[in-house]
């Protein structure tokens, strides 16, 4: 297996499954419009971005959380910025998890993941890890590969809780 060293996010939402991502890999135009307007807006007050009011299409683009191609949010991340004054690779190498990062985390899926993958990241490894949220991220269904926060798979259209 070949690891992205890009995709390592220091916080444990590993950049492989991230809409943002895949949008933009697979130069998806619905759906990085899709992604602009739910991180602009939120959904009942949930999943808005901090000064993501102007957020476009053209700005759901990122390379990962280590890359020099980072989404809007990604580069003003508290979390990567801690780890790396830390000298730590990620949260998983640090002692004060869950921190005051952690709890205002500004995403409801993105907190309830980073509390559920540090800690598997820190029991079994890095590599382990990666393999584990590629494998989460499928459609029991139908085996059609999604992404981080989908709540019915694009393809069959069974309703999906894999966070």
Request: net charge positive; with cysteine; hydrophobic share 30%.
């Given at each position: 297996?070949?690891?992205?060293?890009?995709?390592?996010?220091?916080?444990?939402?590993?950049?492989?499954?991230?809409?943002?991502?895949?949008?933009?890999?697979?130069?998806?135009?619905?759906?990085?419009?899709?992604?602009?307007?739910?991180?602009?807006?939120?959904?009942?007050?949930?999943?808005?971005?901090p000064n993501g009011d102007?957020?476009?299409?053209?700005?759901?683009?990122?390379?990962?959380?280590?890359s020099d191609d980072r989404?809007?949010?990604?580069?003003?991340?508290?979390?990567?910025?801690?780890?790396?004054?830390?000298?730590?690779?990620?949260?998983?190498?640090?002692?004060?998890?869950?921190?005051?990062?952690?709890?205002?985390?500004?995403?409801?899926v993105g907190k309830k993941?980073?509390?559920?993958?540090?800690?598997?990241?820190?029991?079994?490894?890095?590599?382990?890890?990666?393999?584990?949220?590629?494998?989460?991220?499928?459609?029991?269904?139908?085996?059609?590969?999604?992404?981080?926060?989908?709540?019915?798979?694009?393809?069959?259209?069974?309703?999906?809780?894999?966070?």
């Amino acid at each position: 297996m070949t690891i992205n060293p890009d995709f390592l996010s220091p916080c444990g939402l590993y950049c492989g499954v991230c809409a943002i991502h895949i949008a933009h890999r697979d130069k998806n135009q619905k759906f990085q419009e899709r992604l602009a307007g739910l991180y602009r807006g939120g959904v009942d007050g949930k999943g808005r971005l901090p000064n993501g009011d102007n957020l476009s299409a053209e700005d759901i683009r990122c390379g990962g959380c280590l890359s020099d191609d980072r989404f809007m949010h990604c580069r003003q991340c508290e979390i990567r910025d801690c780890t790396q004054k830390k000298g730590y690779a990620g949260c998983h190498q640090c002692d004060a998890f869950p921190c005051r990062h952690i709890e205002n985390f500004p995403m409801t899926v993105g907190k309830k993941v980073i509390l559920r993958a540090v800690p598997y990241r820190r029991k079994v490894g890095t590599e382990k890890w990666v393999q584990n949220e590629e494998a989460r991220y499928v459609c029991p269904e139908c085996g059609n590969t999604v992404f981080r926060g989908v709540v019915k798979c694009n393809r069959c259209k069974v309703k999906l809780d894999l966070d």
